[in-house]
Structures are given as C-alpha cells and as structure tokens.
C-alpha cells in the first residue's frame, strides 16, 4: 500500500528563517506530487504540485519542491518564512497509474508556526 | 480556482441521528467527488470515491451502510452518517474533479461533526 511521510510534526521558526519540510513516500509506480496549505479555519488550497518535466517547481508565495525521483522524495522549501505562512502543510501523491489510479494518499501534517 | 463548498461547517446531534453532509462545485462539473475523513493531529484518510451517477467506491475498512454517498448531479455529492455513535466524531472534508482530472482535486471547507 502507498504511504506519505513526513518528517516534522511541528516546526517553530522566526520570520526570514529558511524553511524545508521534508515528505517521502513509498510507491514505484507513476506518481503525481502534491503540497497542500491549510490556514487556520480554511479548506485546503495548492501550493504547488510536480508531474512530469523540471524536478524542481515553484509553486504560490514562494514555496518551491524538489523531487527526488531516487530517494522518493518531495521536500518543500521556502527561502524566507513570514509570519503569515504559519499553516498546517500536507504532502500527497497520486497514484497516477495502476490498480489504485485515482487515489491521492496524505501526509500526516506538518503545522509550522512561524513568530514574528 | 474553482470553488467547492461544504456544508455544513459544524454539526451537533445526538447519538443514533443521521447527519447529511453536502459538497457543492460551484463553478465546474465534478464528476468525480472524494469524501475524506481526518482525526485529530492525523492526515487525511480517504473513505470514498464517488463519480456521477454511478455507486461509490469504498476504501476497506470503510463502512457503506453507515456512510451512504449518493452523487446524483455533477454539482452535488453527499455524505450521510447513519446512526451515527460518538466515535464517529471527526472532521469531514470533500473535495472535487473534473473529468479526466482526478489528480487535480478542490477541496471544500470541511465539515466537523461532533455526535453527542
């Protein structure tokens, strides 16, 4: 079965602080990555997701990823974290081929509080 | 973006009530809408997929008689938690998509629902 990782619980930074939360997962087939943020008392929204093509992609507020096709990883990376980045972020990947086509597979979370 | 909405946010009942829970697209056609069920301080779980005008497809471990998901329109898909018990206590989220996009999913608000 697919599973999602991520590293962090919980990552406390000040602001202009490098941020990178770091996702594995385990599936060998075709995959589609995603990182998803979610504010407090809001729905999820994209950040920014990968399916083909250039490893590295720049998604919304400066968030970039980079996937690691050999270490099945899709780590997120901000330069320089604000305080309004402070969110719940998941990582997920989709099974984009197989016998379970169409199931996309979440992370655990990783709520990072960022102080001003 | 497009837009799903869920309602609603938060319910109350007792226990042995049946609670119905309503996802909305507003702004495109989903046919394929996904029910997802997220404990506290865990991911989000996939309990069902459904697609427009057909039966919904359950995870294992999910129950179809206590989760009924009818999906009627390419607008509206619903959730109902029949007789439900406290320990189905959780927060329930939908999100949408369109066809042939099942990777790109629009998530809606999330309903919490508490069963006293």
């Known amino acids: 079965a697919q599973s999602v990782s991520q590293h962090n619980h919980h990552v406390i930074l000040s602001e202009a602080a490098s941020l990178e939360l770091g996702c594995n997962y385990s599936y060998g087939g075709t995959v589609n990555l995603f990182w998803y943020v979610q504010y407090p008392g809001q729905h999820l929204q994209l950040l920014l997701k990968?399916?083909?093509?250039?490893?590295l992609v720049k998604g919304i507020k400066g968030f970039e990823a980079e996937f690691i096709k050999s270490k099945f990883s899709f780590n997120l990376r901000k330069p320089s974290v604000q305080w309004s980045d402070t969110a719940e972020y998941f990582c997920?990947?989709?099974?984009?081929?197989?016998?379970?086509?169409?199931?996309?597979?979440f992370g655990q979370g990783t709520i990072l509080t960022v102080h001003p | 973006g497009a837009v799903v909405s869920q309602h609603p946010s938060r319910v109350i009942c007792k226990s042995g009530t049946s609670v119905k829970i309503e996802c909305r697209s507003l702004?495109?056609?989903?046919?394929?809408m996904f029910w997802y069920r997220q404990f506290p301080k865990q991911s989000l779980m996939l309990m069902a997929t459904s697609n427009e005008g057909s039966k919904a497809t359950y995870e294992q471990g999910v129950e179809k008689d206590k989760f009924l998901i009818n999906h009627a329109s390419l607008t509206l898909s619903t959730l109902t938690v029949t007789s439900a018990h406290p320990e189905d206590s959780s927060f329930y989220i939908c999100s949408a998509a369109g066809r042939g996009r099942e990777n790109i999913q629009y998530f809606g608000a999330g309903t919490r629902l508490s069963v006293l």
């Open positions: 997920a990947v989709f099974n984009a081929g197989g016998t379970s086509y169409g199931k996309l597979t």
């Open positions: 990968y399916f083909s093509g250039d490893p």
């Open positions: 702004d495109f056609q989903a046919t394929t």
